[in-house]
């Protein structure tokens, strides 16, 4: 008996665990960052973009996303529950990045991510259902206080605006490019300053909510495609304070691309009411697109190895 | 077969346990060194201090010791406080510093303020992320000679060694070592005392942190709205609770520690800066990092001048107006050229139209970064000084 022990206590921890596993499943939503046909990445010169089909260099591409919901066969939408990694994903949203640091993206970093995971209950979908963004309740908190991904100073504005719900850099033109960023966040956020949280919801979120109704998990990925986003957007100018478009509803630059996102500059909603006009993202087969591949974090203990040369000092 | 493997497991588990068990003890059981209590400033997060070099209380007053003793140089005259005074917030007050031989580096003293949340050290150098790694450079360099101990080992150890205050300094901090007289000691000594260098009280701070609405000026508020603004544009760079993106903390997953070209040269008309002052492009020769160093942090930035990597502006209206500008235009001389127009340049470096009104507000806020409490903290005093007193 005395011998049975071990096994019966490892079956009492297994089997709760197995009983889990028969009603959730894994699931990983496959992104991809893409121009047009051509695969994302830093250091590429990509031709032909917005209304006056201008050279870009991107010098930033990464996004959040919240509020995943899966589509059944029933046509219910499903809750994804995120794995909380750490690192990419916290509660509900994830963020995505395909910028590596390279080139002109000076802001970001090594680590990709092109990938989220999360649990749902067994089933057939048949489509997916998302936000870009940071949902308000997340949205005002300190950066640096805040867990992983939402630390990253680099996608954040301030207390009172919030995150960069995306952001992405581009120097547009081939002599004397000219910065053009888009970063989109919300806008109308009442507080005393810069620094201090708003207590009421912004009056204009800018949310976009991508529903994309035939997606096969298996099969299928979903490509961020910044020359759809750039459709029809002028990139030979841009009414320089700021360059490109900030988000705000009275910036020049803003008018020409919100639609693009599915959304209403003035309201911070959906264009009729389900930003299906956006054309940023859209569905693939796996099979015809290269999809960028996850690149983990580079620890501090990697980063030491690299301490070869000598001719330095101290300041 | 199966029982086995599983009776195998099971007992691999406990011993586990047992091993994890002893080790804590161990550990637990030291009582010969006290762990340093952070007491952070309200919205701080935890820094990253690393394992091998735990910070305690025995071992942060050997490094403030050994910080402020000149005989830790090779000759003698020097030590880190020299370029590190603690009321210009241990910066030196100079364009660029001198060494033990009267040697200068070719670049400003940088602040230590806040150095435990450094997402780099130096100026302008990817692959320094601990400040144990960059220590040794001051310490050790010949190119320049700063602090000069290469060659004079032997005779540094010697002085510390013969000293009673520091047989028993040491001794504290390195309980466990036979021999605690031995650079690496002194390097995660000196590594712990400056990692306590917090400035967090700032009139900001009580303004953004502790719910202080009357701590700031109506101009340093207008001032920090600016700062944030799309117009100015600042904070793209300057950012979060250090004002600094290259910021690292203990729940850093994904590192940011990035480098920026500002325009500041132009000496060739393809963006290039005046050796050896080439910024990051000095470490990887790749020409995009030409001219890109770290930003660093804003606080205390009052007392922190000369400005730039190469202390070449004197004043913090000066550093505003070359932001408005987008750029330095250096009309003649050997670093002619027009900054402005350097094709490295980061993009938010746009410059900005502004009244005076304006610009005075900016400067108001960045003087509300200044820390009182922390330039003159007795705890980041001389301690020669104090006992003598």
Not at chain 1, 155 to 178: H, S
Not at chain 2, 57 to 67: I, S
Not at chain 2, 153 to 167: A, F
Not at chain 2, 180 to 200: K, L
């Amino acid at each position: 008996m005395k011998r049975l022990f071990p096994i019966v206590l490892l079956v009492l921890i297994i089997f709760p665990l197995a009983d889990v596993q028969a009603q959730d499943d894994l699931i990983i939503l496959q992104f991809t960052g893409a121009v047009g046909d051509e695969v994302f990445s830093c250091g590429t010169v990509y031709e032909g973009l917005g209304a006056e089909e201008t050279a870009t260099e991107f010098m930033d591409f990464r996004f959040y996303v919240h509020d995943i919901r899966l589509i059944n066969a029933g046509g219910e939408e499903v809750p994804v529950e995120l794995m909380q990694d750490g690192v990419w994903q916290v509660e509900n949203v994830a963020l995505l990045d395909f910028e590596d640091g390279s080139g002109r993206c000076d802001v970001g970093n090594q680590a990709i991510n092109a990938t989220v995971e999360g649990m749902v209950p067994a089933g057939e979908y048949t489509g997916v259902v998302f936000k870009m963004g940071v949902p308000f309740e997340l949205n005002h908190n300190d950066t640096t206080l805040a867990p992983s991904p939402l630390n990253l100073t680099g996608m954040w504005w301030n207390w009172q605006t919030g995150y960069k719900f995306i952001r992405v850099d581009m120097l547009a033109g081939e002599e004397d490019p000219i910065p053009w960023n888009i970063h989109l966040g919300s806008t109308g956020c009442d507080s005393p300053a810069a620094v201090v949280p708003p207590e009421d919801v912004c009056s204009r979120l800018n949310v976009m909510e991508v529903r994309l109704d035939e997606f096969d998990l298996e099969n299928d990925v979903i490509v961020a495609d910044l020359a759809g986003l750039l459709e029809d957007v002028n990139l030979v100018e841009s009414d320089p304070m700021p360059p490109g478009c900030q988000a705000g509803f009275d910036d020049p630059d803003c008018p020409q691309l919100f639609p693009n996102f599915g959304l209403d500059l003035e309201t911070g909603e959906c264009l009729e009411g389900d930003c299906s006009g956006q054309t940023l993202f859209r569905v693939a087969a796996r099979e015809n697109v290269t999809i960028i591949e996850d690149v983990d974090v580079m620890s501090d203990m990697d980063m030491e190895g690299h301490t070869e040369d000598h001719s330095q000092h101290s300041n | 077969m199966r029982h086995i493997v599983f009776a195998l497991i099971f007992v691999f588990g406990i011993m586990l346990v047992i091993f994890a068990g002893t080790e804590t003890r161990t550990s637990a059981q030291d009582p010969a060194v006290t762990p340093w209590e952070w007491n952070l400033p309200p919205g701080f997060p935890e820094s990253a201090v690393p394992e091998d070099n735990p910070m305690t209380v025995e071992k942060v007053e050997l490094g403030r010791y050994l910080f402020y003793d000149p005989r830790l140089s090779g000759n003698g005259v020097l030590s880190c406080s020299t370029c590190h005074i603690q009321g210009l917030a241990f910066t030196d007050g100079r364009a660029v510093s001198a060494g033990s031989t009267g040697e200068t580096t070719p670049r400003n003293s940088m602040s230590l303020t806040n150095v435990t949340y450094n997402g780099t050290f130096t100026w302008a150098h990817p692959a320094l992320i601990r400040i144990e790694q960059q220590l040794v450079i001051p310490m050790f360099g010949e190119t320049p000679i700063e602090m000069g101990i290469t060659g004079n080992e032997e005779e540094v150890l010697d002085r510390l060694r013969s000293d009673e205050t520091y047989q028993e300094l040491f001794a504290a901090a390195y309980p466990d070592q036979e021999d605690p007289f031995n650079f690496n000691a002194i390097v995660q000594a000196i590594s712990s005392f400056v990692r306590t260098m917090i400035s967090g009280n700032s009139a900001f701070d009580r303004f953004a942190f502790q719910g202080q609405r009357d701590a700031m000026s109506e101009s340093a508020i207008l001032g920090m709205n600016l700062f944030y603004s799309e117009r100015f544009e600042c904070f793209h760079c300057h950012t979060g609770f250090n004002f600094t993106i290259s910021t690292v903390h203990s729940t850093s997953a994904i590192p940011e520690r990035p480098f920026f070209n500002t325009g500041l040269y132009n000496v060739d008309g393809e963006g290039g800066y005046p050796a050896p002052n080439r910024g990051v492009y000095e470490i990887s020769g790749e020409l995009e990092d030409m001219g890109a160093f770290r930003p660093p942090t804003l606080r205390n930035v009052e007392v922190t001048g000369p400005y730039m990597h190469d202390g070449s502006m004197e004043t913090l209206e000066e550093v505003v107006d070359f932001y408005a500008a987008a750029g330095r235009n250096i009309e003649e001389g050997e670093f002619a050229g027009d900054g402005r127009e350097n094709p490295l340049k980061n993009a938010f470096v746009i410059g900005f139209e502004a009244t005076e009104l304006e610009k005075q507000a900016l400067i108001d806020f960045l003087k509300s970064l200044t820390d009182d409490d922390f330039l003159t903290n007795p705890a980041f005093s001389n301690p020669f000084e104090t006992a003598e007193e």
